[in-house]
């Protein structure tokens, strides 16, 4: 692998920048302006059409185990719970395993999806919808339930390590539109109207090899600027193997302005914290950087978002 300098930084965005950059998204996503916002792009026809993708009938998951101890990126880890019977404690007769879960789904560790419902910014929800239809017992307007048929689409994964000629990118590091593109050249895809994108920035890979660090504070994402190339291409869907927003924020004033455009202003979901270090290799032996990919959120009809277990079909 050529290591290659890693590039400068983007500029950081003024309030007043950003703003317009809202702007001009929120104009290009009027075709993702009804309830499911987005996913309106995933039509049948083009399911139809990712099925197409598969050649091979291999799956491969795009989620990490679900984190069950602390770290410094999981001050809350998910609980999980044996009943106090378990296989040991039993002889003879009918007996049942039994477990019980609790997660905080919008952490810094499990891969999980964000609803339409998640993001509030300078008042209403994605579209003008009332905050105030998010209630302490669940939000009642663009909540989990949008997705409650699946998401079905063509995946395509961009590796920018790849294109960088490194493992991972650093925290604090920025993919760029150019970095997308230029990635696209590289891998001989193109992302498609009403596909599902998903970024890789190595955040998983480090972890492994590095240990987990405070991500909250510090970690690889996409810079704003780079929403542009996903509305040109009217993409269905956006994940990544971090958090999808870079930390520190590149704009003034806005702590998670890649969630508040591609959320509230595109009408995205999104999915963070997945894992491509199964699928990633793959992809570079058979020389194909798309398949068919099969998302389903569990069906919490009034919830913010779900963990999730992306399955990409080969």
Same mark, same amino acid.
């Given at each position: 692998?050529?290591?290659?300098?890693?590039?400068?930084?983007?500029?950081?965005?003024?309030?007043?920048?950003?703003?317009?950059?809202?702007?001009?998204?929120?104009?290009?996503?009027?075709?993702?302006?009804?309830?499911?916002?987005?996913?309106?792009?995933?039509?049948?026809?083009?399911?139809?059409?990712?099925?197409?993708?598969?050649?091979?009938?291999?799956?491969?998951?795009?989620?990490?185990?679900?984190?069950?101890?602390?770290?410094?990126?999981?001050?809350?880890?998910?609980?999980?719970?044996?009943?106090?019977?378990?296989?040991?404690?039993?002889?003879?007769?009918?007996?049942?395993?039994?477990? /019980?879960?609790?997660?905080?789904?919008?952490?810094?560790?499990?891969?999980?999806?964000?609803?339409?419902?998640?993001?509030?910014?300078?008042?209403?929800?994605?579209?003008?919808?009332?905050?105030?239809?998010?209630?302490?017992?669940?939000?009642?307007?663009?909540?989990?339930?949008?997705?409650?048929?699946?998401?079905?689409?063509?995946?395509?994964?961009?590796?920018?390590?790849?294109?960088?000629?490194?493992?991972?990118?650093?925290?604090?590091?920025?993919?760029?539109?150019?970095?997308?593109?230029?990635?696209?050249?590289?891998?001989?895809?193109?992302?498609?109207?009403?596909?599902?994108?998903?970024?890789?920035?190595?955040?998983?890979?480090?972890?492994?090899?590095?240990?987990?660090?405070?991500?909250?504070?510090?970690?690889?994402?996409?810079?704003?600027?780079?929403?542009?190339?996903?509305?040109?291409?009217?993409?269905?869907?956006?994940?990544?193997?971090?958090?999808?927003?870079?930390?520190?924020?590149?704009?003034?004033?806005?702590?998670?302005?890649?969630?508040?455009?591609?959320?509230?202003?595109?009408?995205?979901?999104?999915?963070?914290?997945?894992?491509?270090?199964?699928?990633?290799?793959?992809?570079?032996?058979?020389?194909?950087?798309?398949?068919?990919?099969?998302?389903?959120?569990?069906?919490?009809?009034?919830?913010?978002? /779900?963990?999730?277990?992306?399955?990409?079909?080969?």
């Amino acid at each position: 692998m050529v290591t290659r300098a890693r590039p400068a930084a983007p500029p950081r965005l003024t309030e007043d920048e950003f703003t317009g950059l809202y702007r001009r998204l929120l104009s290009r996503a009027a075709w993702a302006s009804g309830d499911r916002g987005a996913l309106e792009a995933l039509t049948p026809a083009r399911v139809v059409a990712a099925t197409r993708e598969v050649r091979t009938g291999r799956t491969m998951t795009l989620a990490a185990p679900v984190e069950t101890l602390p770290g410094p990126d999981n001050p809350e880890p998910a609980k999980h719970r044996m009943s106090p019977q378990t296989g040991e404690d039993v002889s003879d007769g009918l007996h049942f395993a039994r477990d /019980s879960f609790a997660m905080n789904v919008h952490g810094d560790a499990d891969s999980h999806l964000d609803a339409l419902c998640h993001v509030i910014y300078d008042g209403p929800l994605h579209g003008g919808v009332s905050a105030s239809s998010v209630t302490a017992d669940g939000a009642t307007a663009l909540s989990l339930e949008v997705a409650r048929d699946g998401i079905v689409g063509r995946g395509v994964l961009l590796d920018i390590p790849r294109l960088r000629g490194v493992p991972w990118l650093e925290p604090g590091d920025h993919v760029t539109a150019g970095d997308l593109a230029a990635a696209e050249t590289a891998q001989h895809v193109r992302v498609k109207e009403g596909d599902l994108l998903f970024v890789r920035v190595g955040h998983r890979r480090r972890r492994a090899e590095l240990g987990p660090w405070h991500a909250t504070l510090e970690r690889a994402g996409l810079h704003p600027s780079a929403l542009e190339f996903l509305a040109a291409r009217r993409v269905a869907v956006l994940g990544g193997d971090g958090n999808n927003d870079t930390a520190p924020s590149s704009t003034e004033g806005v702590d998670f302005p890649v969630h508040v455009l591609a959320v509230h202003a595109m009408g995205l979901h999104l999915l963070d914290y997945l894992q491509f270090e199964d699928l990633a290799p793959v992809c570079e032996a058979e020389g194909r950087w798309s398949f068919l990919c099969v998302i389903a959120p569990l069906r919490l009809p009034d919830a913010t978002g /779900s963990p999730v277990n992306p399955i990409a079909v080969l």
